[in-house]
């Protein structure tokens, strides 16, 4: 009999790594395959960059709350972000999709509305995808392409010991805005009469259905003259990509749970929704802001030149050291949930 064995066993970054170990990288324009934010290829003077994202109806979006138009104009900040994340400038993007005859050309009009308004923010262009039927629900892909100079690229791998832990903007406000739109939503499938309470939540809302990439703070680091030692997107919540910059560092990490940014009317959601807020910044995905570690002597040129930078931690010489500092001077390891008292 075959052997068989269940996909979660693995588990996803298992199942990634085992494709990646089934593949020699030997191409003579590959610098990095699988592994990081986004592949790494030759060019004559620079690298290309190529990233792809997919995103599943009922999986990652839910269309009885996400207008189709910020939909689109999410799909395309996911994708760039992953350039952004190599130290990268994004310039194209190709966008795939499968549609079932659910759809209208008009929503298809609204969904490419979102997509080319991101494409304009962001400096991209639309060049190229795939259309095909879907018979279940609406399948969306964006690969994006980018450059960046040999020497302004960074990895995921490459801090040392002592190097600064800096995260963009504020974390969590993503996942609390998506707790308030399933709260409201469930309101509303047990009281279809009812109207949804989302006022003074607008915050978190934005952050979730129409998040920004970072492009701004490339543009910063690049006009400070800093290049991050190692750097990573927070798609996945905070301690995932703290892991994963650690582990391919061969390093540990240490972070300090009062240096942790999170915005004030995410603590007002979280209070409202009994969760945690430090937990929704550590767990909670879809942030798109952009970790990164520098060398302490970047440190005071970014305390003074910018200001939605904030430094939460440092690089450790332990490999096995992944450590949350909380504001009682408690180490915990970062892979621990429920620290922190709901609600507060
Ligand atoms: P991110 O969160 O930055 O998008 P992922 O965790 O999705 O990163 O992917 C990690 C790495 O694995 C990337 O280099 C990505 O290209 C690669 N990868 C993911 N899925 C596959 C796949 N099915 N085949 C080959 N490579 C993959
Ligand atoms: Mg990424």
């Known amino acids: 009999m075959e052997e068989r064995t269940e996909l979660n066993i693995l588990g996803e970054f298992g199942l990634i790594h085992r494709i990646a170990s089934q593949q020699q990288f030997s191409h003579a324009r590959t ?76 929503a298809v009009d609204e ?28 399948v969306l892909s964006v690969t994006a392409l980018g450059t960046v100079e040999k020497d302004q690229i960074a990895y995921r791998r490459g801090a040392s010991v002592n190097d600064i832990i800096c995260v963009s903007g504020d974390l969590g406000g993503a996942y609390l805005g998506l707790q308030i739109l399933e709260r409201e939503k469930q309101v509303f499938l ?16 934005q952050r979730q259905l129409k998040p920004e990439a970072r492009l701004d703070i490339i543009k910063q680091l690049r006009e400070l003259n800093i290049v991050p030692t190692s750097m ?69 040129k970014i305390l003074d030149q910018t200001t939605d930078i904030s430094f939460i931690g440092f690089i450790s010489a332990d490999p096995t050291e992944a450590l949350l500092i909380t504001k009682q001077n408690e180490a915990i390891p970062l892979t621990a949930q429920g620290w922190e008292k709901q609600g507060e």
Do not use: W
Not at 190 to 205: D, K, R, T
Not at 272 to 291: H, I, R, S, V, W
């Open 31 to 106: 610098v990095k395959g699988i592994g990081d934010d986004a592949a790494v290829s030759k060019g004559n003077t620079d690298y290309q960059l190529v990233s792809t994202e997919l995103m599943v109806e009922g999986v990652h979006f839910d269309l009885s709350y996400v207008p189709l138009k910020h939909l689109g104009y999410k799909l395309i900040v996911a994708g760039i972000s992953d350039i952004l994340a190599m130290n990268g400038l994004p310039t194209q993007v190709t966008v795939s999709i499968a549609l079932s005859n659910r759809f209208s050309v008009e």
């Open 111 to 138: 969904l490419y509305a979102g997509i080319l308004t991101a494409c304009e923010d962001y400096e991209v262009e639309l060049v190229g995808g795939d259309t095909t039927t879907s018979r279940s629900g609406l």
């Open 190 to 205: 047990e009281a279809p009469e009812s109207q949804p309470i989302l006022a003074g939540h607008e915050y978190v809302l």
């Open 232 to 300: 990573i997107d927070v798609s996945d919540g905070l301690a995932s990509e703290l892991r994963h910059l650690a582990a391919e560092s061969g390093l540990g990490v240490r972070i300090f749970e009062e240096q942790i940014p999170i915005h004030q009317k995410a603590y007002l959601a979280a209070t409202e929704l009994k969760l945690g807020p430090f937990t929704a910044a550590l767990n909670g995905g879809e942030d798109y802001e952009l970790l990164f570690t520098i060398r302490q002597e970047d440190y005071q």
